[in-house]
């Protein structure tokens, strides 16, 4: 079952008073392309939750957001006692405070280089982190996923609509090209006897054979119609498929190979049944190669 590149899928948690939150989205790309949108504080964990991503999304424009509010105790940075009482033992050596003319107040001093750090078991909490983040990333994918497979079934649905459409067209070009020919045979028999009739000349039949030769020639079709019928094979192989492996891009592939069988029969043949037939079937793989572009 093929799978749609449009996606949503979201997933939080509530650990020792901080929430956490994950966001995706996906639309379609040639390729996997991941736009990772983190808080300040979890910049070093990108490159981790990147690789969650590729492990499960094989192609889309992936846009992951990390959001959290830690309302614990332990949100709280640490006061270097050494370095406040550093910047207070210089102060008080100032001639304004000695005299009263300046009083010295604490808050200014928090802003000072190295009077608050963050708390020193940091590398431990951001590996506890990360952890979360990642199995957040993995539940945010089950519920984009199916998503995707959600969309992909409708896609399905109007891929095979199109497909039968181009197969029945298809069935019938190849019904009326034998007749092509020998329509065309009749034809030139009569005008040529007509014309040999009106000179009075005796046509030959190996000349008559040897035009209706280099014209069938001209526009035989079987093998473009063979071709195509065996694009649209594989058309229905990938449709009718219960793997999840991405074929988005063969589908775009083999779509631009049935619309090249489908010029050349166009081209060849000078049928007007044919041409209004040939037609129908451009103008549907038309809309199958606007449809895949949302295939994974």
Request: hydrophobic fraction near 40%.
């Amino acid at each position: 079952m093929i799978r749609s590149m449009t996606g949503f899928g979201e997933a939080s948690r509530h650990v020792d008073g901080v929430h956490y939150a994950v966001e995706l989205r996906s639309l379609n790309n040639k390729y996997f392309k991941a736009s990772i949108r983190l808080p300040e504080q979890l910049q070093a964990l990108e490159a981790d939750l990147e690789a969650a991503l590729r492990h499960r999304i094989a192609r889309g424009s992936v846009t992951l957001t990390v959001s959290f509010a830690d309302t614990s105790a332990s949100a709280a940075l640490e006061v270097n006692h050494q370095a406040l009482d550093r910047y207070v033992e210089q102060l008080r050596r100032s001639k304004a405070v000695q005299t009263g003319e300046v009083v010295i107040d604490l808050a200014p001093l928090l802003a000072l280089p190295g009077v608050l750090q963050n708390p020193t078991d940091e590398d431990d909490r951001l590996q506890q982190t990360r952890t979360l983040l990642v199995g957040l990333v993995g539940e945010a994918c089950d519920h984009l996923l199916s998503m995707r497979r959600r969309e992909g079934a409708l896609l399905n649905e109007e891929l095979e609509g199109h497909r039968d459409l181009i197969a029945d067209r298809l069935a019938k070009i190849r019904e009326q090209a034998p007749r092509v020919i020998a329509e065309y045979e009749n034809r030139l028999r009569l005008r040529m006897e007509e014309m040999f009739r009106e000179a009075q000349l005796r046509v030959e039949p190996v000349e008559m054979i040897r035009e209706i030769a280099v014209y069938a020639e001209k526009t035989d079709i079987a093998e473009e119609i063979s071709r195509l019928g065996g694009h649209i094979e594989q058309f229905t192989e990938m449709l009718a498929s219960d793997e999840e492996q991405p074929v988005g891009r063969t589908m775009d592939f083999l779509a631009q190979e049935m619309l090249r069988e489908a010029n050349t029969i166009a081209s060849k043949s000078p049928d007007s049944l044919v041409s209004r037939l040939i037609v129908e079937v451009k103008g549907t793989i038309d809309r199958i190669k606007e449809q895949v572009q949302n295939v994974e």
